[in-house]
């Protein structure tokens, strides 16, 4: 029972450091009439998906979709050249970056190497599409970019890439997801492209 308790202290701990280092984005964005933090909004989202889609996750479950955008503001995309191959290595920096801020924030939680290898495995989506844990975090992640961020990005980005995009993200969910996303509430731009996309055959 002591060791139940301890654990629970330190989930509680590392979960309330997570949302404190990801409040101090100087980014904010708007969500139910109250402007949050953008990463500490995204973690909120990227958990209630998680939760619906794992109703019982692991420990490194919770910690690594608390962490996944962990201080996503200190590399911006901008400081990478704005090419293909650009992206691609911000991309790969972000993952260690994050990986590394989790692993650095659950030692000063107490957390053994063991646990934080698998938070940051998962971070780092190391063992993707293998352990189901990671196409769980994959599917969530998936969810909250259509449900909350597929307008923004429609309204700047060419369609023939947002096909692409739409394309490469329905590949790698699972059924489950899928079905979920085809029951979000859609604009009717985003419904256009869902079509162009041959999402639904």
């Known amino acids: 029972m002591q060791e139940q308790s301890k654990s629970s202290s330190r989930l509680a701990l590392a979960l309330r450091r997570f ?15 109250k402007a949050w933090p953008k990463e500490q909004l995204y973690a909120k989202r990227l958990n209630a998906w998680v939760a619906r889609l794992a109703p019982n996750p692991s420990e490194a479950l919770v910690l690594a979709a608390h962490s996944q955008h962990l201080r996503r503001w200190h590399i911006p995309r901008e400081t990478y050249p704005a090419t293909k191959a650009g992206y691609l290595k911000w991309r790969t920096d972000l993952k260690k970056f994050h990986a590394n801020e989790s692993g650095a924030v659950l030692r000063e939680c107490g957390y053994d190497e063991q646990t934080i290898a ?43 890439k947002m096909i692409n995009a739409l394309q490469k993200s329905w590949k790698k969910m699972t059924e489950t997801a899928r079905q979920h996303a085809l029951k979000l509430g859609f604009t009717p731009k985003c419904q256009k492209l869902i079509a162009s996309a041959h999402l639904q055959e």
Do not use: H, I, Y
């Not at 949302?19 to 009439?33: K, L, R, T, V």
């Not at 599409?129 to 307008?151: G, N, T, W």
């Open 19 to 33: 949302d404190e280092a990801n409040a101090e984005d100087p980014n904010s964005e708007e969500s139910d009439g």
């Open 118 to 160: 698998a938070v940051q495995a998962l971070n780092l989506k190391t063992n993707f599409p293998a352990d189901p844990e990671s196409r769980v975090l994959e599917d969530a992640l998936c969810l909250v970019f259509l449900e909350f961020q597929m307008d923004d990005l429609a309204s700047k980005t060419s369609e023939e």
